[in-house]
T-cell receptor
Framework: GAGVSQSPRYKVTKRGQDVALRCDPI?????LYWYRQALGQGPEFLTY????????KSGLPNDRFSAERPEGSISTLTIQRTEQRDSAMYRC?????????????FGPGTRLTVL | TQLLEQSPQFLSIQEGENLTVYCNSS?????LQWYRQEPGEGPVLLVT?????EVKKLKRLTFQFGDARKDSSLHITAAQPGDTGLYLC??????????????FGQGTILTVHP
């Protein structure tokens, strides 16, 4: 069906609040990736899942960031006690398989602004 | 320290000119991908190169993977305004592993003027 979707597309929050960013991958896609991207820069890896298992979370900046994919489909990236430096575009991507040769399909991103 | 160095970061040219974007690393990758991203959109895959020395052509775009699988280039012939965008290289399998975790370069912002 449709491509990768993310919600909300824009999120403005106050410092100290928690936010949850949602990613709906392409139906049936095995792997799901979270990135953070600064304007005009390449995406920076945060974490990824194969099915429901979190395979690598080495890119999460600190323990305020967490992600889950409990049923192997939709994923949520949660940021607790947000800080202004968390403001960025957060993108997710999904792939049909989990080899390096699979194309990553990116979502439109969630623009997070922390005031 | 950036694992993948892209150059140039900015490129502003006239329609019809040729250009080359470079992606260099000290690490060996099992594969390397090139993406193009338009404003407000996510990156879209252009090509994946896997074999050292590989050359792939996609219409006016030519992609090369270095023999040692540490570097790559993207050459565009007779650029058009529609080529304008952010071009990203992304390597997978640094250090011999291969599991889909991409490392992206900083990107090259290309502007082609009519």
């Amino acid at each position: 069906g449709a491509g990768v979707s993310q919600s909300p597309r824009y999120k403005v929050t106050k410092r100290g609040q928690d936010v949850a960013l949602r990613c709906d991958p392409i139906s049936g896609h095995v792997s799901l990736y979270w990135y953070r991207q600064a304007l005009g820069q390449g995406p920076e890896f945060l974490t990824y899942f194969n099915y429901e298992a979190q395979q690598d979370k080495s890119g999460l900046p600190n323990d305020r960031f967490s992600a889950e994919r409990p049923e192997g489909s939709i994923s949520t990236l949660t940021i607790q006690r947000t800080e202004q430096r968390d403001s960025a575009m957060y993108r997710c991507a999904s792939t049909a398989g989990y080899s390096s040769y699979n194309e990553q399909f990116f979502g439109p991103g969630t623009r997070l602004t922390v005031l | 320290t950036q694992l993948l160095e892209q150059s140039p970061q900015f490129l502003s040219i006239q329609e019809g000119e040729n250009l080359t974007v470079y992606c260099n690393s000290s690490s060996v990758f099992s594969s390397l991908q090139w993406y193009r991203q338009e404003p407000g959109e996510g990156p879209v895959l252009l090509v994946t190169v896997v074999t050292g020395g590989e050359v792939k052509k996609l219409k006016r775009l030519t992609f090369q993977f270095g023999d040692a699988r540490k570097d790559s280039s993207l050459h565009i012939t007779a650029a058009q305004p529609g080529d304008t965008g952010l071009y990203l290289c992304a390597g997978d399998g640094a250090g011999g592993t291969s599991y889909g975790k991409l490392t992206f370069g900083q990107g090259t912002i290309l502007t082609v003027h009519p």
